[in-house]
């Protein structure tokens, strides 16, 4: 079994991490920031483009 990861990065505070996309909620609900506590849609926090689409394959 392949381990899959997704990147994600606060718009607010700019602190980048990894995360489990099966430990994640749906891309389009709201997610907070475990340093900052923003919250935004889970979609603002993706890096990059493919990691949203990474996530999407999960949900």
């Known amino acids: 079994m392949v381990e899959a990861f997704i990147r994600l990065v606060c ?3 700019t602190k980048g991490w990894e995360e489990n ?4 909620p749906e891309h389009r609900e709201n997610f ?3 340093s900052c506590h923003a919250t935004r849609r889970l979609a603002e926090f ?3 483009e493919r990691d949203l689409e990474t996530l999407k394959q999960f949900h």
Not at 21 to 24: D, G, M, Q, S, Y
Request: charged letters at 25%; a negative charge.
């Open 32 to 34: 907070s920031c475990p």
């Open 46 to 48: 993706m890096r990059t």
């Open 21 to 24: 996309p099966t430990e994640l």
């Open 11 to 13: 718009p607010e505070c």
